[in-house]
């Protein structure tokens, strides 16, 4: 095994999806600390290029992690192999990046991750229940760099977005120095093909339409394909503003930051906003499990087996409980 002095040129991998690609930027700060003058190059997917991009953990980001077919994966392996890298560090540990470790055989560099053969390989048996932060926390343990990693369940610090925050522009004043209302955070959308991760969109409505008479205003993000969602919480709250379409991820981290609150359903966007520091309130159905994927910090997670029978009112009482309504009818 390589000492840690002689390692200078690290590869991590995180291929996706946009909450797991979250949750791994509290690995990759500590790998970056456990190797802090080595270059380190991270190999992902496009969607997280421009995120990638400003984050301190790495030197240089790649995005071609997932090859459409032979030949790019043949150009893959073979840019992998000549960069000679001395350990990489497999977040996503799936059959793709395992390939890539085969791949690279037979003199593959130092490898933590589960690959059959590698070097620093996790075999901790309970790994696929422990949640991301602590099985990434276990896995960079047992590669050697974070000897006293928190690894019992809740213990694991979430992901660190404060250079994202470094970044943003001071808020604008307001003309005639009147105060702006503190505004909640709404994220209704999810993927398409995972309609059941869903609160139901005139539930937002509902809640968005209370939360406004209280004094908040309301925002809401998403994809573009998701703006008549915004249409149809703008129908309950007509100022409410729709930035669907119009955020990249550094966007939404600093508007999370700012929030008084942030509503959404189990979604890569929420994910990003809960760790800029807000209340936030993450709405799972039983399509996932927030034992194993839940954001932390200022959290509260509600749970339904259908979304579609979670009450308004059972949003509302853990919103009373994280954050303080303007018209001070929760003190």
């Keep these: 095994m390589a000492a840690s002095r002689d390692i200078k040129k690290i590869l991590v991998i995180k291929l996706s999806a946009m909450g797991d690609f ?5 690995a990759a700060k500590q790998i ?6 080595a270059r380190i190059t991270l190999l992902t997917t496009p969607p997280f290029e421009g995120l990638a991009k400003l984050c301190p ?14 030949s790019e994966w043949l150009a893959l392996v ?23 470790f085969h791949g690279l055989r037979p003199f593959p560099p130092e490898w933590s991750g589960v ?8 075999r901790n048996p309970l790994r ?10 276990d896995q960079l343990k047992a590669a050697g760099i974070w000897p006293d990693a928190p690894t019992e369940p809740g213990s694991a610090p979430g992901p660190d977005v404060a250079w994202i925050l470094r970044k943003a522009e001071a808020p604008r004043p307001v003309a005639g120095g009147i105060e702006p209302r503190p505004y909640v955070l709404m994220a209704p959308g999810g993927s398409a093909h995972r309609p059941e991760k869903r609160w139901p969109v005139e539930q937002y409505g509902e809640l968005a339409r209370i939360l406004y008479g209280v004094g908040f205003d309301i925002v809401i993000i998403g994809g573009p394909q998701e703006s008549a969602m915004a249409r149809t919480i703008q129908r309950s709250v007509g100022k409410a503003r729709d930035l669907t379409g119009r ?19 189990d979604t ?6 809960a760790a800029a520091g807000p209340p936030t309130i993450v709405l799972f159905s039983k399509a996932s499990d927030p034992i194993l994927s839940a954001p932390r910090g200022h959290v509260a997670v509600l749970q339904a087996d259908n979304l579609a029978n979670m009450p308004v009112s059972q949003v509302l009482q853990a919103a009373r409980a994280l954050t303080r309504f303007p018209d001070g009818s929760n003190a």
């Design 268 to 273: 890569g966007p929420v994910h990003l906003a």
């Design 128 to 137: 696929e229940r422990m949640h991301t932060l602590e099985r990434h926390a």
């Design 57 to 70: 953990y790495f030197n240089t980001v790649e995005t071609d992690g997932r090859p459409a077919g032979v």
């Design 247 to 265: 955020t990249d991820l550094a966007r939404i981290a600093m508007l999370g930051a700012r929030a008084a609150l942030v509503v959404g359903n």
């Design 32 to 37: 970056r600390q456990a190797h802090p003058k």
């Design 115 to 122: 690959a059959a053969g590698c070097a620093l390989r996790h």
């Design 22 to 26: 979250i949750l791994a930027l509290a």
């Design 78 to 100: 073979g840019r992998l192999r000549k960069a000679k890298y001395d350990r990489v560090y497999d977040l996503q540990t799936s059959s793709r990046s395992n390939l890539i």
